[in-house]
């Protein structure tokens, strides 16, 4: 049975998780949220467009639910923030089947119920072409607590959380034509928002500047440089990489430095700082320090060489997605 | 020249307004925004969707832009808040001129500078198909005073202001195959927003229930009567009827009933209140009251005929888009 736009909406509105910080959800003009007395408010919006950043025939829908709303959650964790309500934009083609979208609203749902964010509104419409989703995730952080990307001094270190390239590694063996199954695969079909790690790195005023690794350690350590206005040295052999399959084996190096969407955090801290081995039991692994030259270096067995911003493509000859 | 993303990013970077309760604009994981304090935040989301909202042979890119950000700064009148910014998501096809995209936002951006509303983030991707666009408002409301659909009782009396109908109207003529310019037409193709007069009616507790017309006012009424658990009776020739064309002509009233987009505001008030004949410029005009019967009439000259919700459809087979 096809959906329709009136039973989505009483789906959603039936289903979604309220409460925490919101005043009036789903069902007004716009919603009314309340922020902690000196907290500011954060905001994020991502994009999930099919043929860009999912297939359908890939993607379990629970999946594509669950990876759309990480991404946003990601960039909250990213700021040390509290995540507080979800807004979700969702375009459907006419001949979508109501399982599809019931699938959808499960993962996403089951993963904002995880960290008692409230799905508070957003927008529907039927799609020219594909599912279209935009998730907006409303957060807070105490006044000025914010970690930014610009915060990062010439000798800090670079530190990363989790595993890297276990995301991309999946994705190149979907694109090999291999039946990879979610559950087997959490790196790419579960990925999950570095939420605690970030508010832990915020509380304790340990990391000088964060961000999400959404589209890979080159792109987003260059982001990270360019907004504060420095360069860095990363070890290649310090790279903690994901292992995979059974038995376990680490993956292609090149993924850990290029491959997009694992959603772990990179942090700088200043050389003095304490940085525990592992938060919220999350390991983290430091992998370099900052320069005041502004080049970003790969160092491989003591010898220097370019590290050029080469994020996961999502899709071959398709377009990258990049927040702001 | 086609656009590239980077230039993309850099573009709205760089023509941005910026300030305001902006603590971290573009360029970081998440926006942070300062709100006033006793403050709450109001969120709203809204599509525009090329094909389904608009088409880029009839309606020029400086319009599109200007249409989608309407679209959520008109919720934000209809909650009586103050817009502090925006987010774009903006999601472009490949071979889309770099001209169209400067037209885009400069549409945008004109009407942003107008309100005094920062762009503060979003996101961008390649579109698998036409230019999707996703606005996202956040503004803010003195705490509990936030106009909700809600607040109607029996014995209100229902206002809207300036005049229905008009933009429905050019998009008939549109449909029609007439070469309608847009400096002619600001009905359909420069909606305003009516941020001053939802101000206007929160500051001076007039309004008990309050919704922007979007969908048109058939449905959109009943939105709110929903919302209130309450119906209504509207006085068929009490509706202000836009005029159109040279010499200005009134416009078929079956569209002041359904035709969506005008942006104007439906608001109830208690059957005491004084409510002036015009807020801000913007004549305001009583058209019916509420009823304790959950049915919604329309009297003509004297008798009452149910008034089915039967908001404009954008475009002939395709999906609404309803906010929420």
């Given at each position: 049975m096809p959906f329709t736009e009136k039973s989505l909406i009483a789906r959603i509105r039936q289903r979604a998780p309220s409460g925490g910080g919101v005043v009036t959800g789903i069902g007004d003009d716009a919603a009314v949220l309340r922020i902690p007395p000196a907290h500011e408010v954060l905001v994020t919006t991502d994009f999930s467009l099919e043929g860009i950043h999912f297939r359908r025939?890939?993607?379990p829908p629970?999946?594509?639910?669950?990876?759309?709303?990480?991404?946003?959650?990601?960039?909250?964790?990213?700021?040390?923030?509290?995540?507080?309500?979800?807004?979700?934009?969702?375009?459907?083609?006419?001949?979508?089947?109501?399982?599809?979208?019931?699938?959808?609203?499960?993962?996403?749902?089951?993963?904002?119920?995880?960290?008692?964010?409230?799905?508070?509104?957003?927008d529907t419409a039927e799609s020219p072409a594909g599912v279209l989703i935009d998730i907006v995730v409303v957060g807070s952080v105490p006044r000025g607590q914010a970690i930014?990307?610009?915060?990062?001094?010439?000798?800090?270190?670079?530190?990363?959380t989790g595993t890297l390239?276990?995301?991309?590694?999946?994705?190149?063996?979907l694109f090999a034509g291999r039946r990879l199954r979610a559950?087997?695969?959490?790196?790419?079909?579960?990925?999950?928002?570095?939420?605690?790690?970030?508010?832990?790195?915020?509380?304790?005023?340990?990391?000088?500047?964060?961000?999400?690794?959404?589209?890979?350690?080159?792109t987003d350590l260059a982001h990270l440089c360019e907004e504060s206005r420095v360069g860095a040295e990363i070890e290649r052999e310090a790279i903690p990489l994901a292992h995979l399959g059974k038995p376990a084996k680490p993956v292609d190096p090149i993924l850990a430095l290029n491959g997009g969407e694992d959603y772990e955090l990179l942090f700088t801290a200043r050389p003095g700082m304490r940085v525990p081995r592992r938060i919220a039991g999350i390991p983290v692994t430091p992998i370099g320090r900052?320069?005041?030259?502004?080049?970003?270096?790969?160092?491989?067995?003591?010898?220097?060489?370019?590290?050029?911003?080469?994020?996961?493509?999502?899709?071959?000859?398709?377009?990258?997605?990049?927040?702001?």
């Open positions: 025939k890939w993607h629970e999946v594509i639910g669950h990876r759309a709303l990480t991404r946003g959650l990601s960039d909250i964790a990213a700021m040390g923030g509290q995540p507080i309500a979800a807004f979700l934009s969702l375009a459907l083609p006419r001949d979508l089947p109501q399982a599809w979208v019931d699938g959808f609203l499960k993962g996403l749902l089951n993963l904002a119920r995880t960290f008692k964010v409230s799905l508070a509104g957003g930014v990307r610009s915060g990062a001094r010439a000798h800090d270190r670079v530190y990363v390239g276990g995301s991309a590694a999946v994705l190149r063996g559950r087997d695969f959490p790196q790419h079909f579960h990925p999950m928002p570095r939420i605690e790690v970030g508010q832990f790195l915020r509380r304790r005023a340990i990391a000088s500047a964060m961000i999400d690794l959404s589209d890979g350690l080159s900052i320069t005041s030259d502004p080049q970003i270096l790969l160092i491989t067995r003591g010898k220097p060489v370019d590290l050029p911003p080469k994020g996961w493509q999502h899709f071959e000859g398709a377009g990258r997605s990049r927040s702001k």
